[in-house]
């Protein structure tokens, strides 16, 4: 069996530059959408309802393209292709996005942005696997951290820079987005198009044939248990049944104790697992193994390690969605003072939000290549574990400091939870996954990042009107508690792969 040669590091720069337009353009979506709703008429305890198409789309979209680009090889390779056909469309949906006429609008187009970056985002995840020996994907999440970070900063800070560098206008008429966040997202849009195509012409992939020689003992393992795939189909249609009956029950239960329309979505979502399931038995029992039954049956049969990964990471995402939720509501009302999005300090908050997202993620690109070197004196999940802590902390203590500066020091704190969060668990991930899988797997990864994105989205939203009194700080203190219970949930996994 040949050994995957070590890649130098401009080599791993080269892989990974493409995320530098990706989240240039994530940044974007996430310091300014909320501030968009906003400005079209959103009220603050719907936001959370509106921002549902990240994880939705996420849900559906990821492992369906990790499935694919598993079995795809063309001219441009096995996962390049989609990273062009993701940059393109995400590139158009950033142009249009501030031009929205109309709340409805903007949702939809958040739709059709947030699937085009899943649609790049997951197969340059698997790509790091592809490409690196087990000893090198540590450092490999790493430098895809450091673009990250980097790159968020810049994006962040965008309409802080045209607003105080360039004079482009800050304010507009009721109903219109300001020319400072529209001119942020025209620079986005040109930014993810030239960094993914960066990556696609300067990084050749491995051809199947490298692939086959490279993992010649796991390739017979792989082939042997895709030949053993079993479906207990009996088991699949009583799990069917009892989804859709739940799904059905809880949008009875939800419809006559008048709650948050948002929780509609888990029981449309229990109901559309139901019927997978159903017609996963109905195929198997057809003689059909491939596609849906494969799927379903890979996403039953996790690696134990990726199983107990999955726990933290709910927790973990619960937090970061509400942060990204409600961060500009807290600031601009909490420290600022105001919730009028025509006025000058509502829209100075937002402005302070861009910075503050600035600084956790340039304190991520620069913790992001401390991370190897503590996790090789320690471990992958000690490390993880004291930066999730770390972070749990700075949402906390966004509660107690009124001073918009002190926030620094909390969002200080965060980045070092959102670098660790952008590479242990992936490394940890990449070393216990079946190679010809990595894509599917990667893409059912981010099942844990959408479900509880879901819940936040669901239930956010009630909490703040009812349980916190319109108080969206408090989620974030809520955000802030649920990170250090992933923290305590880590110390269950059991890292498989080298910690290098």
Known sequence: MRKKPRLRFWQLWNMSFGYVGIQFGFALQNANVSRIFETLGARVDEIPILWIAGPVSGLLVQPIVGYLSDRTWNRLGRRKPYFLVGAILASLALLVMPNSPALWFAASMLWIMDASINLTMEPM???????????????????QTFFIGASSVVGSLMPYLLTNWFHFANTAPEGQVP????????????????AVLWTIFSVREYSPEEQEAFHSQASAADGKAEADLTLDAGKYRVSA????????????????LSWDQGLYILSFGACCYGVLQWVAARRYAAGK???????????????PAMKQLALAQMFTWFALFAFFIYSTAAVTSY?????????????????????????YNGVAALVAFLLPVMARRTSRVTTHVVCLVIGGAGLCSMGFFRQPGLLIVSMAAL????????????????????????????????????????????LLGLLVRTVFHGHAIDALVMGGISMVVAALLMLRVRDEGAAA
């Open 335 to 359: 420290h600022f003072g105001s919730s009028d999005p025509r006025s000058e300090a509502y829209n100075l908050g937002a402005n302070w939000v861009g910075v503050l997202m600035s600084v």
């Open 289 to 303: 193994k491939r596609g849906l039954v494969e799927l379903m049956h890979d996403l039953n049969h996790m690696p």
């Open 415 to 458: 980045g070092v939870a959102w670098a660790s969060l952008l590479t242990m668990p992936y490394a940890i991930l990449s070393s216990v996954v079946p190679y010809r899988k990595m894509g599917v797997y990667m893409g059912m990864f981010n099942f844990f990042i959408v479900v509880p994105q879901i819940l936040a989205s669901a």
């Open 179 to 194: 020319e400072s966040v529209k001119w942020s997202f025209y620079c986005g849009g040109a930014v993810y198009l030239l």
């Open 241 to 256: 049944v009892l989804l859709l009956a739940g799904g059905l029950v809880g949008s009875f239960v939800i419809r006559q």
């Open 125 to 143: 995840r698997a790509f790091v696997g592809d490409m690196l020996p087990d000893e090198q994907r540590t450092m490999g999440f790493a430098v």
